[in-house]
């Protein structure tokens, strides 16, 4: 159906709300767009702040999806530092937090995530930073420096991409994680193993099994992570980097199916025909796999955006897709495709002591996902046989010798 003169609202501006925008004049949409967001600044992406902009080699431009005049040149209305408070699904309205209500025929929710904090003592304390907006990348990045102790809570990629960054800055860094090992829910064990040996080749100290249990203070100012067997671990700055929950309160409290997300359909529409949701909040089907479940990564922003401004504007639903994402650490660079869903085999290519290799995860003879450490032709082909899902020679596959090419054959 097409909504093509309708006002389309869109809460969020982040990457995901930020692209829906972008994407909607972009398919033809001739209606109002309203771009709402909570932060102060156009949408922007989020990767650099703990990679190239942490490290200083991107500036603060480079972040934006696009430069601010775009919006007003394409007749979307941005509204800065303005927050979604509640939806009346009736009167079709969200009230604002400046005191106004906004009515809209079409909602998309793109109100992402939220880092989670950590309900210990001292987490108030001045120098306990988080790693979600540029502005607490700002905080962080004037905290960091040489010589400076930073303690990492978190050993998953945020967590890491913050060790490596803060390591090229100078300062001495520890990893407190509370599994026995690094990216324990999101990674195999070789991975693991790998990245762990990688950053302490760079000076990074880790603490696994480690539980932070309070933040220790002296004037108000972080002086230590103290750990649930009562050892102390020295630092003038924590980041805590412990997951991100979604933003999805506004949706559940207006009666909208929600499970650790938005529950939405292959267009991003919600319970509510007239609401979208799309990014980090959203909870949404994935065909290749039989399933939904919620992801925390551009691509999937970007996805969510193409799919609800394709329903909005009459054009045809995208093509199916293979969920990836990627991270870089130091001279490493990560590209993950798929999710390890049931995966019964996991098969190594190349050899990590070079850190240019690959893991598949199959199940029987089909690849369900790769992790490809510097190792892009394993990435774009592995995409291709999960999103086929076709049968692979695992012994092909498993020898570096024969190309990702002829394996895929
Ligand atoms: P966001 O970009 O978080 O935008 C949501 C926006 O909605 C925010 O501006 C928020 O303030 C606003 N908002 C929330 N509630 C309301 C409300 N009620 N009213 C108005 N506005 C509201 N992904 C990768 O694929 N690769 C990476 O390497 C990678 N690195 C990352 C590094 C960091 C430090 C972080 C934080 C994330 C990283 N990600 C990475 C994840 C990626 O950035 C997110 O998945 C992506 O930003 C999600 O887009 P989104 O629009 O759903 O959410």
Not at 152 to 170: F, H, P
Not at 346 to 354: E, I, M
Request: charged share 20%; net charge negative; hydrophobic share 45%.
């Amino acid at each position: 159906m097409s909504e093509a003169a309708s006002h389309v609202v869109i809460l969020g501006a982040g990457h995901a709300g930020g692209t829906a925008a972008a994407l909607l004049r972009q398919y033809g949409h001739a209606g109002p767009i309203t771009l709402v967001g909570e932060e102060p600044i156009p949408p922007y992406q989020r990767p650099p702040l703990s990679k190239a902009w942490l490290k200083g080699e991107a500036d603060a431009d480079s972040l934006a999806l696009k430069p601010l005049e775009f919006y007003a040149e394409h007749g979307i209305d941005f509204r800065p530092s303005i927050a979604g408070l509640s939806i009346n699904r009736g009167a079709k309205s969200v009230a604002l937090s400046d005191g106004s209500s906004i009515g809209y025929d079409v909602l998309i929710l793109a109100t992402g995530a939220r880092a989670i904090a950590l309900p210990i003592p001292g987490a108030d304390l001045d120098g306990v930073m988080f790693l979600r907006t540029a502005a607490d990348a700002e905080t962080l990045k004037a905290t960091v420096g040489p010589g400076k102790r930073l303690a990492v809570v978190g050993g998953g990629y945020i967590g890491l991409e913050v060790a490596a960054s803060g390591r090229a800055l100078g300062a001495e860094v520890v990893v407190l994680e509370r599994e026995p090992r690094l990216l324990a829910r999101v990674a195999c064990e070789t991975l693991s193993t790998f990245f762990k040996a990688y950053h302490e080749q760079h000076g990074v100290g880790f603490e696994l099994g480690a539980t932070a249990a309070a933040f220790e203070g002296a004037d108000g100012k972080v002086s230590g992570v103290r750990l649930a067997d009562g050892w102390v671990i020295p630092c003038d700055a924590v980041v805590v980097g412990v997951g991100a929950a979604p933003n999805d309160e506004i949706a559940r409290d207006c009666g909208l199916e929600t499970t650790r997300g938005v529950v939405v359909d292959l267009d991003a529409r919600t319970s509510d025909p007239a609401i979208f949701a799309i990014g980090d909040v959203a909870h949404r089907p994935m065909p290749i796999y039989d399933r939904m479940f919620r992801m925390e990564s551009v691509p999937n922003a970007l996805e969510g955006a193409k799919q609800a401004a394709s329903a909005i504007a009459g054009r045809p639903q995208p093509a199916g897709e293979v969920p990836w994402q990627w991270s870089d650490q130091y001279d490493l660079k990560l590209q993950i495709a798929g999710y390890a869903f049931d995966v019964d085999e996991v098969l190594v290519r190349g050899d990590p002591a070079t850190a240019k290799f690959a893991v598949f995860h199959l199940r029987g003879d089909k690849v369900q996902s790769v992790e490809a450490i510097n190792s892009p032709p394993e990435f774009m082909m592995g995409k291709q046989l999960i999103l086929g899902r076709r049968p692979v020679d695992k012994a092909r596959l498993a020898d570096a010798a024969v190309s990702m090419k002829e394996v895929a054959l």
